[in-house]
């Protein structure tokens, strides 16, 4: 059975960066598109980037231009690369995947079944 670990969370000022780490076990992340999200205290989850089996990405328009998702099949893993990070990209950041082959991928959070726990990202002076 799949099961994701997220990692690399942390407290950040605001201009910094940290990259998120999403390990997978139980199963090849190589067949499953793989979204991240976050939720923010009193807020919604909400989706922040996702990619297809096939490499094509998605990001929401808050975090477009500052944040980069990749995957690594080898190591069975997907990072997520933020830089120039804000007070409002505080939240518990969660990875996610759906099994869908080719180019699709979506941030709606309804349309995956396999959620890690999540890792706090604060950015803080």
């Known amino acids: 059975q799949l099961q994701l670990v997220e990692s690399g969370g942390g407290l950040v000022q605001p201009g910094g960066s940290l990259r998120l780490s999403c390990a997978a076990s139980?199963?090849?992340?190589?067949?499953?598109?793989i979204g991240w999200f976050r939720q923010a205290p009193g807020k919604e989850r909400e989706g922040v980037s996702c990619?297809?089996?096939?490499?094509?990405?998605t990001y929401s328009d808050s975090v477009k231009g500052r944040f980069t998702i990749s995957r690594d099949n080898a190591k069975n893993t997907v990072y997520l690369q933020m830089n120039s990070l804000k007070f409002e990209d505080t939240a518990i950041y969660y990875c996610?995947?759906?099994?869908?082959?080719?180019?699709?991928?979506?941030?709606?959070?309804?349309?995956?079944?396999?959620w890690g726990q999540g890792t706090q990202v604060t950015v803080s002076s």
């Open positions: 996610a995947t759906r099994r869908v082959y080719g180019s699709y991928c979506s941030r709606m959070t309804y349309e995956y079944n396999t």
């Open positions: 139980g199963s090849t992340l190589n067949t499953y598109a």
């Open positions: 990619i297809s089996t096939s490499g094509v990405t």
